[in-house]
DNA sequence: CTAGGGATATTA
DNA sequence: TAATATCCCTAG
């Protein structure tokens, strides 16, 4: 017994749930940003049985035994299992009384009393599975969501108690996820699955949760009585208690009620759902479910500090949304879209953007949309039937939620009706919740493959050094775990952190901004080929979110901060997004739907263009080439030119861009690795090395096969290639970047008076800077510096309408960047212009509403030109100053900083 | 709250 | 005593 309540007599203050108390008095954790659902764990101890769930386990050992175990029965952890040996202190007592024992000793200078320290105890099992578990569905790191998560039990344990077990049962996933860490160091290798991929994968753990009958009810009741009103809908309680927000309802109102909602005014999705609807998801059901249910609330977010801070804004109200990271907040990539199949009547998918970009198929679009999520979802899980994310409340653009009424005001055209993209999510990710079980599925069960999961718990003779392949990465440390599994959870885990970008944006952003539609709008629904993604979902995801990230920021950040993009003050586009305040609008206003940043955002960004397409095949191809791994993992080609490319190898880019540029400041090693490794694998040394061929990298992600073995990325992966990692967000690049110089604004907004024409010029720039890329034009990354980023960067961000300035612009840097606001400028005034609309809505209105507030004031800023904005993002970040590209490069050796690594981008 | 490093208790 | 597993402390 024992176990389970140690706290109650064990030591007086202690033990009862340390993770409180130990540590930090703070504040509630929860309040911020988990939500509710979880609230503090229950008392493990309690038997309440917090219900034990069933995730699959993944046993760790193997045999048979226990196996799963799922049961509660804490009480039995307690004995133990594991050796039987010792029981240290013993466990009875252990926990509880007597505390006094032994543990005094410790020099608890202090008192006697209470500061005693806590009997030791040992971890079993059972809670190491836990702990995987929860690290898969909240991500390594985030102990404290683990451990408050009802779902896990474990015996008394903080979440410093989880992280030290993290750290010495796992320590080749510690060091793929903490980098920086020098001490608690172990050659053990556990956390590698036979494949070679590690146990630590998914993190992300939002799930889709389909609207119930309930809600859907709600909604339409909702709709009856207050119209499109969706934020005064979203205040029924039966939604607040799902954490829908208002845009959740938006979109599922348009799933569920496609009549009414084209009737209402909007822009009606087509439905069509050419897409199958896609299986059932068997699997998924069970987790999702149980996620679902039990889940739903919390949302974890992560927060990774780093960079990311820079993006922070208001995105939402709340805080969560602050970091580009994770979830919710912005949107919900979480929830993966699982059931929602059921009800609504298509699951279409929403996109929104489809308004946006006048391309004629918005309906494949959308379904393709859908596949793509889900795909890249899945990215690492492949057998997954994608979800279609269409219900899930996709985006969830607070800026855009309160106030999508339609209007179809001509002038908005393309924002308007794009209003809100719904995007979706991405996260298919999330039914998996046990990453064994997924992998086992997928693959090598753990039990009866050939590695069973004994074999793990041991170290893995197969991991060692010897063994080439996979086991390399032991040796090295370098990223290992071959499977493209690896690559994401890197991402997703502690990782994240460093990754500003890939972690974050993918969800939050992605969702938010409606990744589907970056895929949308870069794919065509054809084009995927569901089946190949898998391995790069979650590249995509990046790219995703990286490009919609981009242009995300641009119109946000356009307007806001102004020709600059100064990201300065918000941080991302989003914050300045969302600033607005949602609710203004929605309730008072009923004005058409806001141009979503998003659509305006794909309107320009589009990729689609053919040439695009073109160079992006190309690059993807080489990545791919180099890279890929295991078949899933592997891209097919078109698959990644399809949607993904371009957004993969934006993220690598940018990735890359980052790593070069920001990292010193930043961590040291950090993702960095990962990703240097990664590169190097996918061949895409270059682009460190040189600047060059930013086009390659895509491939990375998955890079890492097990079976592929990678001579280099052993040598690589000391930390000389790449350094530090920590990036900086696109944000930090941008300003860097460019000019300040609004003169370009001015001369840009004249430049396209349409949005159309924008449009036009912008994809066409994109194109001819992909070209560049894969051609691996020399003159774009222009050896300078890295600015080559930029360029990629530009081409979300700026539009080429200008002209050809655009993609001379991308190499040349700043110059460009400036023409290239100007022209987001310009989009915006010709949104304003043409939306004379605007001008004469109300000033509320207009602030209300994210692109014109921001817009305007850019308009205004252009004209102050005050470029100090720009600046800004870079002070966000603390510690670390701006680097200068170059410098950054040159850093890369030096990477350690101790603690500091975090604080560049951290807070 | 978490990362990272240190200290101490256990084991081998 | 070396190695390891927990516990602890502290900076951010």
Known sequence: MAANIPSTSSQPYTTTFSFTAPFPPSPAPSAQAQSLAKQRRVSLALPSDSSPRIFPAWSFRDDTGLGVHSADSPQDDDVEKKGGKMRKIDDADGDVHSCAQPLLQGGAPTNPDKPEKKPRKKWTMEETQMLVSGCNKWGVGNWKSILNDPEFKFDGRSPVDLKDRFRTYYPDAYRQHYPNAKTHLSSKVRSALPDGSSIFEKTRSKKRRPFTEEEDRALKAGYDKHGTVWATIVKDPIFQAQNRRSTDLRDRFRNAFPDLYQAAGYKPRNTTKKKRDIPSHPMRAATDDSLASSSAGPVRRKRRHTDQELFRGGTKSVPESANVSEDEDSSDEEDSAAPFVKDAPAATPQSTHDDMIMSPDEG???????????????????????????????????????????????????ATNAASPTSSHLSVTDYFNSPFQRRNESGPMIGKSAWGPQDWLSANPRLEPSSSSSSSYIGNFSPAPSSPFSFAHLNHGVLDRYDLFPTSFPHDFASEVGVGDTHSTFSDPEMFAPSSFRGFTHHSNYAGDLIFGARTH?????????????????????????????????????????????????????????????????TVDTAVAKDTTSPDSSLSLSDLTTFSLPPQTLEEIIGLTQEIHVTPPGTPQT??????????????????????????????????????????????????????????????????????????????????????????????????????????????????????????????????????????????????????????????????????TLSQLPPTLAQHIPMFASWQNALSEVAQGSSSRMMSPHAHQRGQSVVSPQDLLLTKGDNKRKRSSWDGAAL
């Open 364 to 414: 494949t679009k959308e379904i393709e949309m859908q596949t793509l999520d889900s795909l890249n979802d899945t990215l690492s899980i492949p057998d997954f039937p994608s979800s279609s994310l269409s219900e899930m409340t996709d985006s969830s653009q607070n800026w855009s939620s309160g106030i999508d009424t339609p209007i179809h005001s001509s002038a908005w055209s393309t």
């Open 554 to 618: 641009q119109p946000q950040q356009s307007a806001d901060y102004g020709p600059g993009f100064g990201f300065g003050s918000a941080g991302l586009g989003l914050s300045g997004i969302q600033a607005p305040p949602s609710g203004n609008l929605h309730s008072a206003v009923r004005t058409p739907a806001l141009p979503g940043i998003d659509e305006i955002e794909l309107t320009s960004i589009t990729l689609d263009d053919p040439d695009v397409a073109v160079p992006m095949e190309e």
């Open 671 to 836: 993702h960095g690795h990962d990703r240097m490794t990664r590169m190097q694998q996918a061949g895409v040394h270059t682009l460190s090395s040189h600047n060059r061929s930013i086009s390659v990298p895509p491939s990375e992600h998955r890079a890492y096969d097990p079976h592929a073995p990678v001579p280099q990325s052993q040598q690589i992966r000391p930390k000389s290639l790449v350094p530090p990692t920590r990036s900086m967000s696109l944000m930090d690049y941008m300003p860097l970047h460019t000019p300040t110089d609004q003169q370009g604004h001015a001369n840009a907004a004249g430049t396209s008076p349409d949005t159309g024409g924008v449009f036009t010029s912008l994809t066409g720039s994109a194109n001819e800077l992909w070209k560049h890329f894969n051609g691996g034009a020399p003159s774009i990354p222009g050896a300078d510096n890295g600015n080559y980023d930029l360029p990629f960067l530009d081409l979300h961000y700026y539009n080429g309408a200008q002209g050809g300035a655009a993609s001379p612009g991308l190499a040349t840097e700043h110059g460009n960047a400036d023409a290239n606001q100007a022209q987001a400028l310009d989009l915006a005034q010709s949104f304003a212009l043409q939306s004379k």
